[in-house]
């Protein structure tokens, strides 16, 4: 776990968690007072990070989550932010009201990609966000094998595609889940698109770069899904994060995903195009906190990091047969969180 460093956006702001050369934990908060809404790491450049605020634009640090500088967009709500694996300097920011912005040159300029507007239909809406409901992209994936290739996901309002690099869209990909919550390429192969979403079965995905789609239901049914993460060597391991659909007859307006103490949440694990497996292994049966984050580290087959509202981090070596309680705890995960 050494070099490893952790950042989460919470109600305090991004909290930063790194282990020690003496073995010991060090957690640190940054850009306090600011609502944070995504985070993304640019792997070129060696501890560049970029935050996303709901009112306050696009922040940038180049030591790994300690210090900040503003970096364009200022007064935007950023949404979610997505950095190009394949072109330097590329950045692509989704905004509330849905609206796309890109930056060429590491967000010195940013410049909107007028298409996405054109493309929002009238029953856009976000459940998540009174009392405008206004619909906005909560997920960016960026293609590892084609830079023009990008995928946007709209709650609510379903999974878009464009192949020349924001410029144009199509409507929403029949198959994909409506109400999406968290999108991704696999880190290699451009084929693979995976997605967590709120409706449908609550997980789909994609084997030819987002042109269709399939919701597999086997071992997992309908479910309200939240996180998506890829094993970093075998595409076709992924796990899912989710937890019960809410039923309104019964009361049930707010998911129980969003309960705190009471998220009824569930990780699965699918292998080969086989059903859904539930996984537990030493994990809390069910998760009383939400896992808003599932990261696979890059380059180790295997490993999964799963972060729950509450702060905690469990982690597993062995594609989530076992797992272990890590001795940090980041205050809150809410939203997001990333490996630097």
């Given amino acids: 776990m050494r070099n490893k460093i952790f950042l989460a956006t919470n109600s305090r702001g991004v909290t930063r968690a790194d282990l020690r050369s003496d073995g010991v934990w060090s957690v640190e908060t940054s850009l306090e007072g600011k609502r944070v809404n995504s985070l993304a790491a640019d792997r070129r450049i060696s501890g560049r990070v970029y935050a996303g605020t709901q009112a306050n634009g696009i922040w940038r640090s180049d030591d790994a989550g300690r ?54 239909k009238w029953w856009w809406f976000s459940p998540a966000e009174p009392p405008d409901w206004g619909a906005y992209p909560q997920a960016l994936a960026l293609s590892p ?42 880190a290699s192969d451009g084929r693979r698109v995976y997605e967590g979403g709120g409706s449908g ?35 076709d391991v992924w796990y899912l994060s989710a937890s019960d659909q809410p039923n309104p007859l019964k009361g049930q307006f707010v998911p129980p995903a969003h309960v705190e103490g009471k998220a009824r949440g569930r990780i699965y694990r699918s292998m080969g195009g086989g059903a859904w ?30 972060g729950l509202s509450n702060g905690d981090i469990w982690q597993t070596d062995d594609f989530g047969e076992a797992w272990r309680r890590l001795p940090v705890n980041m205050g809150g995960i809410h939203r997001t969180m990333i490996l630097v």
């Fill in 145 to 186: 094998e084609d830079p023009n290739l990008i995928l946007a996901g709209i709650e609510l309002g379903g999974v878009l595609r464009s192949t020349d690099g924001g410029v144009t869209w199509s409507g929403h990909r029949r198959g994909a889940v409506l109400d999406c919550h968290s999108l991704t390429f696999h």
């Fill in 277 to 306: 497996e539930c996984l537990s292994g030493g994990l809390p049966e069910p998760l009383d906190f939400m896992a808003y984050a599932l990261i696979a580290e890059p380059g180790v087959s295997g490993r999964l990091y799963a």
């Fill in 201 to 235: 079965s609550g997980a789909a995905c994609s084997l030819d770069g987002g042109i269709t789609w399939q919701q597999p239901r086997a071992g997992l049914g309908a479910k309200y899904g939240w996180m998506v993460a890829a094993d970093a060597i075998r595409p």
């Fill in 67 to 120: 210090t900040w500088d503003q970096a364009g967009l200022s007064g935007q709500a950023i949404k979610t932010i997505a950095v190009s694996p394949l072109e330097p300097g590329l950045i692509y920011a989704g905004c509330k009201p849905a609206s796309l912005y890109v930056s060429a040159d590491h967000g010195a300029a940013w410049n909107e990609l007028q298409a996405l507007r054109r493309a929002r």
